[in-house]
């Protein structure tokens, strides 16, 4: 007896004919239909309305690290981003001494006193020297203007119309002179003292207390006082914009609810579906969105994970919905209750994802840090934190281009790792370019005298190295005494002319040492970069951020040893 098998062969591995719903006639609408289950009724309930009661706490402190003392922190009127990204003073902003200077040219033009200008310029220049003194325009205007810092004390004498002072500067011996010329000083210093109420002299660079020169990157904590054993931790900061996904919380915590704190809340509202784009409609034949097309999906039969988003995207994806829930600005939060009433009068109480599946999905919750915010692979068994984060995020705001960049990357050929300082600011606060210095202060070629004579054959010259631009700073591996983690120490190359120039920016100023882990293949760059933005409040806050972004990937010094450099 011979037996014959029937079985579909598929040859075409893509499933855009399956999803192509092709048209044929009325009974093929009406089988499809039936297929699709649009005539089948469902003995199921509809959500209509949502019972909440969540707990809240308001954030009031942070501080940079676990041993240090807590701070204040208002979310109405503090910007955390400022706390944690300001830097410490290093001596008077460039920006800040000129509209001083300028301030002090008005104040003598309005008294009639502007040929004083130049006496007072002479008495309390501006500095000139060093290599970040400015040039150009920015060296003109401040050769033409008087140092507020070394002004400030010759002013204080003549507020009290001292005439010794008045004569350093020539001013005329009268007393409508010397009054008009008091009166400009006390005008000149209220001001002054408002806005920089102790003028120190430079110092050290210093980082921002938050900010970890190993790693490039802040660390600092925020907590509510009323839950003492919690505290969001923010390991890995990299700078720009500060939301919920950058802080961890403690998983482990397992606090009480705090009856004092928990709000209820029936809402009365309908749950709204969940939608995304590219969703397919409930109904066959209505038009869906052409912009997301599932059937042009590139994908393998063995292709699971991907054939399983499919699957679910166009079988499951009516299956949600969605309930505000509306959080205080800058609080912790979490749902201490959530029940769901649905239209035949039943009540269904929900719990957190994770009290019943540790694998559960989890897309708000806050991490423990130690992996980036996913549960480790075996066995998942750390659930994620049921808090909810509600940050005071920044508005958009002004930013400065960056006033200081350098680019960290790897030299395989050289087989090194180098710091390039690409920009920094000088002392009037515009930005230089370091390559371009560099290649003005390289002398030219000298001419040949012989240029019209064949050359003649010379020997090649043996260097010991070749050159490498003054901005490029070597890393040089250490080993530490555990003998299982490397840091970068800066070093600094012997020049030609046994110079050592050392970093004219703080960022690499301020960098000892640097975890080798911390300068990947990719590279990295981190810029600072002045920020202006006005609170919900109204009040105007100012600061210099710092941002570590992707760099440009490996690059080469041209360092070589041992060469035999033919002239």
């Known amino acids: 007896m011979t037996m014959f098998r029937y079985e579909p062969v598929p040859r075409d591995t893509g499933m855009d004919e399956a999803l192509a719903a092709r048209t044929a006639d009325a009974a093929w609408f009406l089988a499809r239909q039936y297929a699709f289950g649009e005539f089948r009724g469902d003995d199921a309930a509809s959500p209509v309305t949502v019972s909440l ?57 309005a008294a009639g006193l502007v040929a004083l200008l130049p006496a007072f310029a002479r008495v309390c220049p501006f500095a000139t020297d060093g290599p ?76 921002p207390e938050a900010w970890n020169p190993e790693r490039l990157e802040y660390a600092f904590e925020v907590r509510a006082s009323s839950l003492p054993g919690l505290e969001l931790r923010a390991g890995e900061y990299h700078g720009g914009h500060l ?36 969703m397919p409609v409930s109904r066959f034949w209505e038009m869906e969105d052409a912009r997301i097309d599932f059937g042009s999906v590139d994908a393998s039969p063995a292709d699971l994970g991907r054939l399983m988003l499919i699957a679910f995207a166009t079988v499951y994806g009516n299956d949600w919905f969605c309930v505000p829930l509306p959080l205080v600005i800058g609080s912790l939060s979490r749902v201490v209750d959530c029940s769901v009433h649905d239209v035949f009068g039943g009540e269904t109480p929900l719990g957190h994802a994770t009290a019943r599946d540790l694998v559960s999905w989890n897309l708000f919750g806050l991490g423990d840090g130690s992996s980036g915010g996913i549960p480790p692979a075996e066995g998942m068994t750390m659930p994620p934190s ?19 960049s350098v680019l960290l990357l790897r030299d395989e050929q050289a087989n090194l790792a180098w710091a390039v300082e690409e920009t920094v600011a000088d002392r009037a606060g515009e930005q230089v370019d370091r390559y371009a210095r560099w290649i003005a202060a390289t ?45 970068f120490r800066p070093a600094r190359l012997d020049r030609d002319d046994a110079s050592l120039e050392a970093p004219l920016g703080r960022l690499l100023a301020e960098t000892a040492g ?54």
């Open 53 to 109: 009661a969540q707990e809240t706490h308001r954030l009031d402190g942070w501080r940079t690290r676990a041993d240090a003392e807590w701070q204040p922190y208002e979310p109405d009127t503090m910007v955390l981003e400022a706390l944690v990204e300001r830097e410490p003073g290093n001596g008077l902003d460039g920006r800040l001494a000129m509209a001083g200077a300028l301030r002090w040219r008005r104040a003598l033009t």
């Open 132 to 207: 970040l003194a400015p040039t150009g325009l920015s060296a003109a205007v401040r050769d033409r203007l008087p140092d507020p810092v070394a002004l400030a004390p010759w002013l204080a004498r003549l507020a009290e119309r001292d005439q010794t002072a008045a004569k350093e500067f020539d001013a005329p011996d009268t007393d409508a002179a010397r009054d008009a010329l008091a009166g400009a000083a006390v005008v000149w210093l209220s001001w002054w003292h408002a806005h920089v109420p102790a003028t120190a002299p430079p110092q050290s660079a210093q980082p």
């Open 243 to 278: 939301d919920w996904w950058a802080l961890d919380a403690d998983p482990d915590a397992q606090l009480p609810v705090d009856e004092a704190a928990v709000t209820h809340e029936q809402r009365t509202i309908v749950p709204t579906p969940a939608v995304y784009g590219g």
């Open 386 to 404: 049921p808090w909810i984060y509600r940050p005071a995020s920044l508005p958009d705001g002004l930013e400065s281009p960056a006033v200081e």
């Open 443 to 487: 002398p030219p070629p000298a001419p040949d005298p012989d240029a019209a004579e064949p050359p003649a054959e010379t020997a090649p010259r043996y260097l010991l190295a070749t050159e490498v631009p003054a901005h490029w700073y070597p890393l040089v591996p250490q080993t530490l005494a555990d003998e299982e983690s490397v840091r």
């Open 514 to 567: 640097l975890y080798e882990e911390e300068v990947p293949r990719s590279g990295i760059r981190v810029e600072r970069s002045r920020q202006f933005t006005r609170w919900q409040d109204g009040s105007a806050h100012a600061w210099t951020t710092r941002r570590k972004v992707s760099g440009t990937g490996g690059g080469s010094s041209g360092l070589r040893f041992d060469v035999l450099k033919e002239d």
